[in-house]
Structures are given as structure tokens and as C-alpha cells.
């Protein structure tokens, strides 16, 4: 005896059946009239080759013509669309080549970088190598040494620079000092300061020295006078009954106390 479907099972092969006879019809179904393909349908991909592989596709509407860099178009004065002139930045550093960015000794524009990415100084590099009083660079020991220069002269918060020119040092040196004199008096100074110092610590250091010696032959003829060894063990005896005794060698007194539980 066959088992009978319940009426849910019955509906789900039904709707099954319909939707395998819709299908059908879709397969059997000619092209529309238009040519466009049906939205279901995937459409047919194309093998793609070894030629076509590297095949890119520009849409050269959308594209501008930059002329590859060389061509300039030429614009007339009065023109609305004259170019404006093109400001470089340089490392955060403003260049406009046909502004007043030139050389502040000769006029050159072939300015050395790195003074005027480090330095913010506009000079070339032959001046550089024919004025060293104003843009030689200075190590910082010589830079303490000439201008007692100890803090970064373009912030006093920044970190202490390896190289300093020597055009800066002098004016941060006359500002401090109130004026190069000033800085030659105070160089003067602290030279007599650390001459002074030094001859002190020598006359201590030979004094030190003369104390030492004496000490040292006071304490040998004490020895000899009283026959006494240079490393003995000390052997005390109580003085008078106190609480001090004293050895009976080199005369060493201590002083010693007694706790009576």
C-alpha cells in the first residue's frame, strides 16, 4: 500500500512542475526582434588571446593634451587665459623662478639647496667658497669656542644643530652681547676665569701633595722610634678603668661600652 502525500507536500510538487515548465519556455523562446539580449542570460565571453593581453583602452575624449611637456601654447597679452606665473615649492621653500629668488651676493639663480632648505639663506655655491667670513660653517665645539654660543640660534627650543654658518652665530652673538666688543670682553673674562681656576687647582693638587709627604714621613719615623711593624694585629688594654683602651703597639686609642643585661 503506497504512502499518501500530505496536501503541503502536494503543493511544493506543484510549484515545482510550474516552475520547471516556465523554464522550458524561456529556452524555447526565439531572440527579441531588437537584438538585445535577455537580462538572465549570460553573455557569451570571448577567449582572450596572447595579442590581446596587454591591450589597454582610453577613452581619449576624457584625455588632455599636454604636448609631453616640451610645447607651450602661446597666448597673447590681452588674452583672458594668460598663463600665471608658477610658483615651485622647493622643501616647503617658496622658488619662483622669475621672481627676485636670486643670489643675495652676485645675483645668480643657481642657488645652493641646501642653505636655503637649512638655512633659508639665498646664495650660490661659488660665493659660498669666496666669502667664508660670512658662509663658512662652523662646528658647534667652534662655535662655543668663538661665539660661547650653546642654544640652537634660530630657537632656543630646537634641538642643537651639528653645523652653524657663521653669518647667524655673529648676529645671535651681537644680540646677546649687545655688540661684538662686548663679546671680545667677555671671551677675555672667562680666559682669566679658567686661568684662575687652573692655577688654583694646581697650588691644591702641591699642597695635597706636601701634606701627603709629611704625613707619610711623620708617621715612618714614628714607626722606626717605636719599632713598630706596618701591618700588625692590634692588642688594647683598658686606660685607667674607663671606657677607653689603647694598643699596646702603636698606641691606637678607641673607645669602647659595655651593655649589662
Not at 616640451?70 to 597666448?75: I, R, S, V
Not at 658662509?135 to 650653546?150: G, H, N, P, Q, V
Request: glycine residues 4%; contains cysteine; positive net charge.
Amino acid at each position: 500500500m503506497s504512502k499518501q502525500l500530505s496536501v503541503e507536500q502536494l503543493a511544493q510538487i506543484e510549484a515545482n512542475r510550474i516552475q520547471a515548465l516556465e523554464r522550458r519556455k524561456l529556452k524555447a523562446a526565439p531572440p527579441a526582434a531588437d537584438g538585445s539580449a535577455d537580462k538572465t542570460a549570460k553573455p557569451k565571453q570571448l577567449r582572450k588571446s596572447k595579442m590581446s593581453s596587454g591591450y589597454y583602452e582610453y577613452d581619449f575624449s576624457k584625455m588632455n593634451d599636454t604636448r609631453a611637456g616640451f610645447l607651450e601654447e602661446d597666448t597673447t597679452a590681452g588674452s583672458p587665459e594668460k598663463k600665471k606665473r608658477k610658483v615651485v615649492s622647493i622643501d616647503d621653500i617658496p622658488f619662483d623662478p622669475n621672481g627676485e629668488t636670486k643670489c643675495c651676493e652676485c645675483g645668480s639663480v643657481d642657488l645652493d639647496m641646501v642653505y636655503l632648505k637649512i638655512f633659508k639663506v639665498m646664495v650660490c655655491k661659488p660665493c659660498i667658497d669666496k666669502i667664508p667670513d660670512k658662509y663658512s660653517l662652523l662646528t658647534k665645539t667652534e662655535a662655543k669656542e668663538a661665539m660661547w654660543e650653546k642654544a640652537n640660534p634660530h630657537k632656543s627650543t630646537w634641538n642643537n644643530m651639528l653645523l652653524y654658518m657663521r653669518q647667524h652665530l655673529e648676529s645671535f652673538a651681537s644680540k646677546k652681547w649687545d655688540g661684538l666688543d662686548n663679546l671680545d670682553k667677555e671671551f677675555e673674562r672667562r680666559i682669566d676665569e679658567k686661568r684662575e681656576r687652573k692655577e688654583k687647582k694646581y697650588k691644591q693638587s702641591v699642597a695635597n701633595l706636601r701634606r701627603r709627604t709629611r704625613v707619610e714621613e711623620w708617621e715612618k719615623t714614628r714607626r722606626q722610634r717605636l719599632n713598630i711593624e706596618v701591618a700588625h694585629e692590634h692588642d688594647y688594654e683598658p686606660i685607667d678603668g674607663g671606657s677607653e683602651q689603647k694598643c699596646t703597639i702603636c698606641g691606637m686609642v678607641i673607645e669602647v661600652e659595655t651593655f649589662e643585661f
